[in-house]
């Protein structure tokens, strides 16, 4: 049988399409993956390695998966009971297959069993979150690929400081972006691992087989040191996430916030497709359009950085295992993230661009300016400094003289050049730029097609950096996809085998 397989028209995995057949479903369509879920797989996965090991008969092995099966089916029912403690889950055994079904708890605590579930669950949280910035980041660079030619204004400290391709700037945002796609499947790496068998601090004498049990529950290993399983690592894991949901909010705010100075301007060059719940209409004021999916977007973006900090308050000065750091609020924080990302790709998929403004912009300020002080010590030797007065003393006139760069002279600049040169004998006694290379030095378009550096916004680094996201973005697709098929191909295999122990 090929990787992939038709079940009704659809293709589907082939251990998506076991998972279905056995009734089990997969990942992606569980209609409930709480805690009692995962309790449930944790028990099926312990009844089949123990009878497995010969820890228990053929017949107990039998008797108490039927225990599990019945459990587990009375809480798919409507109403049906769904603890999501273990000592309110046991109960339910007990009542199902009597008191010896306990002899699974042998080996086994609450403690490692709802860390167990707490990753488990984290894990596929991480995993949804890995989709949705995939998706994020393929629309962040597609809108670069159409902005190739757009020339805008960069600030810093908010100031206009020099022209850009928008594209140039998009594609920074994406490489912000899959660093915290190497932050999170770096995170993954380190909660992928199972404390099943851990126990409370340090095992048990029951010789329950932890790399079957990481293995059936989709885990790429075992935590390996118990007290570190149960005890240290689930206060960490709450830190390590909120970094990654801080680092997410950051950029995400950031870009925003840009996108909004932009709604103070009467003719923005970049702002919101109006209608589709994008934009609303001023209840008092008609001209107004509101960005609302901005003002959401960026609040929930200060929410989840208030969560994000939650865990560190939690884990301070605390023992190790105590309850209140451990693995607390990381299923909120996940959601909140996923919930984020999700709003900016559709911000991103509503924005408009128009470029003949953003370009005239350019036009009726002096950001283009240090490229004067650039070409006279480029071709002229003039000591960069130097240059960079002359510049300025330019703009200082210009502006309190009101006059634009398309409207400033070059007989102007001779004669503010001039001066200077009169006050400081080592320079050309007149301005070496021609009148044609002083007017290509306030070309805003000029400027960013002539930068020679790697990684500028010159169309030819434009095409390597496009090439390379989407390498970058395809290796992060294909990672996402081969840890949710082996998480899928391991639950396929437990109900499988949970199956036949039936």
């Known amino acids: 049988m090929g990787k992939y397989t038709s079940f009704l028209g659809k293709k589907l995995p082939v251990a998506a399409l076991v998972a279905v057949l056995l009734g089990c479903g997969n990942i992606a369509d569980a209609a409930a993956r709480d805690n009692f879920y995962w309790l449930g797989q944790i028990n099926k996965a312990t009844a089949v390695i123990n009878t497995e090991e010969h820890l228990l008969t053929p017949e107990q092995g039998q008797r108490f998966a039927r225990g599990i099966e019945a459990v587990l089916e009375q809480g798919e029912k409507p109403n049906g009971a769904r603890p999501n403690l273990v000592i309110t889950f046991e109960p339910l055994l007990?009542?199902?297959?009597?008191?010896?079904?306990?002899?699974?708890?042998?080996?086994?605590?609450?403690?490692?069993?709802?860390?167990?579930?707490?990753?488990?669950?984290?894990?596929?949280?991480?995993?949804?979150?890995?989709?949705?910035?995939?998706?994020?980041?393929?629309?962040?660079?597609?809108?670069?690929?159409?902005?190739?030619?757009?020339?805008?204004?960069?600030?810093?400290?908010?100031?206009?400081?020099?022209?850009?391709?928008?594209?140039?700037?998009?594609?920074?945002?994406?490489?912000?972006?899959?660093?915290?796609?190497?932050?999170?499947?770096?995170?993954?790496?380190?909660?992928?691992?199972?404390?099943?068998?851990?126990?409370?601090?340090?095992?048990?004498?029951?010789?329950?087989?932890?790399?079957?049990m990481a293995q059936l529950l989709g885990f790429d290993g075992i935590a390996y040191n118990t007290y570190d399983a149960g005890q240290v690592f689930p206060q960490e894991a709450p830190l390590e996430m909120g970094g990654i949901a801080s680092s997410i909010a950051i950029h995400i705010g950031g870009f925003i916030e840009e996108i909004m100075q932009q709604y103070a301007q009467p003719r923005p060059w970049i702002l919101l497709r109006e209608g589709n719940g994008n934009t609303y209409v001023s209840s008092a004021m008609p001209q107004k359009r509101n960005p609302g999916i901005l003002n959401r977007a960026r609040t929930?973006?200060?929410?989840?950085?208030?969560?994000?900090?939650?865990?560190?308050?939690?884990?301070?000065?605390?023992?190790?295992?105590?309850?209140?750091?451990?693995?607390?609020?990381?299923?909120?924080?996940?959601?909140?993230?996923?919930?984020?990302?999700?709003?900016?790709?559709?911000?991103?998929?509503?924005?408009?661009?128009?470029?003949?403004?953003?370009?005239?912009?350019?036009?009726?300020?002096?950001?283009?300016?240090?490229?004067?002080?650039?070409?006279?010590?480029?071709?002229?030797?003039?000591?960069?400094?130097?240059?960079?007065?002359?510049?300025?003393?330019?703009?200082?006139?210009?502006?309190?003289?009101?006059?634009t760069p398309a409207t400033f002279t070059y007989e102007e600049a001779s004669r503010i050049y001039a001066k200077l040169a009169a006050e400081d004998g080592s320079l050309p006694q007149s301005l070496p730029l021609t009148a044609a290379e002083f007017r290509?030095?306030?070309?805003?378009?000029?400027?960013?097609?002539?930068?020679?550096?790697?990684?500028?916004?010159?169309?030819?680094?434009?095409?390597?950096?496009?090439?390379?996201?989407?390498?970058?973005?395809?290796?992060?697709?294909?990672?996402?996809?081969?840890?949710?098929?082996?998480?899928?191909?391991?639950?396929?295999?437990?109900?499988?085998?949970?199956?036949?122990?039936?």
């Not at 909140?336 to 709003?343: E, R």
């Open 94 to 212: 007990i009542k199902a297959a009597g008191p010896e079904i306990t002899k699974l708890h042998a080996g086994r605590s609450s403690q490692d069993m709802l860390t167990t579930v707490s990753l488990a669950m984290q894990r596929e949280q991480l995993l949804e979150l890995a989709r949705e910035l995939n998706a994020m980041q393929r629309s962040l660079v597609a809108l670069a690929e159409k902005n190739q030619s757009t020339i805008l204004p960069n600030y810093t400290n908010g100031v206009a400081a020099q022209p850009n391709s928008l594209a140039h700037y998009l594609l920074a945002y994406n490489d912000a972006f899959s660093r915290d796609m190497q932050r999170l499947q770096a995170y993954y790496g380190r909660i992928n691992r199972s404390p099943m068998g851990a126990c409370v601090l340090n095992g048990t004498g029951w010789p329950l087989n932890r790399d079957k």
């Open 300 to 403: 929930d973006c200060s929410t989840l950085l208030g969560m994000a900090v939650e865990g560190t308050f939690r884990a301070h000065n605390i023992p190790a295992g105590m309850a209140d750091g451990r693995l607390r609020g990381t299923d909120k924080l996940t959601k909140q993230t996923i919930s984020v990302v999700k709003q900016f790709n559709r911000i991103l998929n509503a924005l408009e661009v128009k470029p003949e403004r953003a370009l005239e912009e350019l036009n009726l300020d002096w950001t283009c300016s240090q490229e004067i002080a650039d070409v006279l010590m480029r071709k002229y030797e003039v000591p960069f400094r130097t240059g960079h007065h002359f510049a300025s003393e330019i703009v200082t006139y210009a502006r309190t003289n009101n006059v």
């Open 440 to 502: 290509s030095c306030l070309d805003p378009v000029a400027i960013v097609h002539n930068r020679a550096v790697k990684g500028g916004p010159q169309p030819q680094e434009l095409q390597l950096m496009l090439g390379m996201a989407q390498k970058t973005l395809a290796k992060q697709e294909q990672w996402q996809a081969k840890a949710k098929s082996r998480v899928d191909e391991a639950e396929a295999t437990l109900n499988k085998r949970f199956k036949e122990l039936l």
